[in-house]
């Protein structure tokens, strides 16, 4: 390739770089509480409910991303074709545009929520966990409620316990994007895939490498600062 064809490539590029970024937040958004509302559930001691939460990370944990992102994305339409499903879901699917581009985002980002909030919670209850019990005991006596206990005393603790594992999650999640092409979703990967196919070249994906490559980078910098701010809960 020509330096003109990088440099063209390089923008074109650049401009997806918008969709990646927008899966990668949206994801952080909303999966981080759900992961700390699954770590909770699954901590709680009504057992249904605790088996129901390892059933779901255990589904999530041990199955691909990118077989969940496949049925995330082909669920709704097949329910709207297929004659044995039930009148009312059949209903509520009716109203659902599945060929808008919203529709594909939405479908990928449910799928990536799902996913990573199993990662957080797992995280999040060996955070919970590592505390001492002692320090709950402490709380109550001095007349804390329970939540006034997780909220001053132990989640800022969690938050330091979690960082590093936390961060080696975002860290994936960035290259994680990537997958969200199996469903023709126009990110940096389906881009470079194209333009490999129609320069004849691998350098597309080399610039989708260093793409992601420089976004690992500056997300690693960023939990080391977050890291060395939090140093003052040991």
Do not use: H
Not at 7 to 32: A, D, N, R, W
Request: with cysteine; glycine share 4%.
């Amino acid at each position: 390739m020509t330096g003109e064809e990088i440099q063209k490539v390089f923008m074109i590029l650049l401009e997806y770089l918008v969709p990646t970024l927008k899966i990668f937040g949206f994801t952080l958004i909303y999966s981080i509480p759900l992961g700390m509302i699954v770590a909770l559930l699954k901590m709680c001691k009504f057992k249904p409910i605790s088996w129901l939460t390892n059933v779901y990370i255990l589904i999530m944990r041990g199955t691909p991303l990118m077989l969940q992102i496949i049925v995330a994305f082909y669920a709704i339409p097949t329910l709207k074709s297929s004659p044995n499903t039930p009148a009312v879901i059949a209903n509520m699917l009716s109203g659902v545009n599945i060929q808008g581009e919203d529709y594909m985002f939405n479908a990928v980002l449910f799928a990536f929520v799902l996913n990573y909030a199993a990662y957080f919670a797992e995280i999040f209850r060996g955070g919970i966990e590592s505390i001492p019990k002692g320090q709950y005991e402490a709380a109550a006596a001095l007349s804390l409620t329970k939540t006034q206990t997780f909220f001053r005393i132990i989640l800022p603790q969690v938050v330091k316990r979690v960082i590093p594992a936390s961060a080696n999650e975002v860290i994936t999640l960035v290259k994680d994007t990537s997958l969200a092409n199996v469903v023709a979703y126009a990110e940096i990967t389906l881009k470079a895939k194209q333009q490999m196919q129609n320069y004849s070249s691998l350098t597309p994906l080399f610039i989708a490498g260093a793409f992601y490559f420089v976004l690992a980078m500056v997300l690693t910098v960023l939990s080391s600062i977050i890291e060395k701010k939090l140093n003052y809960y040991k």
